[in-house]
Nanobody, 116 residues
Framework: QVQLVESGGGSVQPGGSLRLSCAAS????????MYWYRQAPGKQRELVAR???????NYADSVKGRFTISRDNAKNTVYLQMNSLKAEDTAVYYC??????????WGQGTQVTVSS
């Protein structure tokens, strides 16, 4: 059974930092690209960052220079280090991957709130 479990969300003041984790189980983690998405209230879900199995990385323009995605294949975990957080980063953050049979898997999401 495939599971993605996010953790690390919370409330932080503008300029603060959070580190999100997504632990995967039931898959050969190292062979898949992993993604972080977010969805703010009233908005569509958007891609935040991607890391491929080979370690190539892409970011949304809105988070470049502030967020860092990484992965630890030994721990079946992908991370999102978020620095210099802004109010507009407030959203539910989701971990995602797509299987080779094009099935999409999502975690349950973790809330990030940036507010003074």
């Amino acid at each position: 059974q495939v599971q993605l479990v996010e953790s690390g969300g919370g409330s932080v003041q503008p300029g603060g930092s959070l580190r999100l984790s997504c632990a995967a189980s039931g898959i050969i983690f190292s062979i898949y690209a992993m993604y972080w998405y977010r969805q703010a209230p009233g908005k569509q879900r958007e891609l935040v960052a991607r890391i491929t199995s080979g370690g190539s990385i892409n970011y949304a323009d809105s988070v470049k220079g502030r967020f860092t995605i990484s992965r630890d294949n030994a721990k079946n975990t992908v991370y999102l280090q978020m620095n210099s957080l802004k109010a507009e980063d407030t959203a539910v953050y989701y971990c995602h991957f797509r299987s080779f049979t094009t099935l999409d898997y999502w975690g349950q999401g973790t809330q990030v709130t940036v507010s003074s």
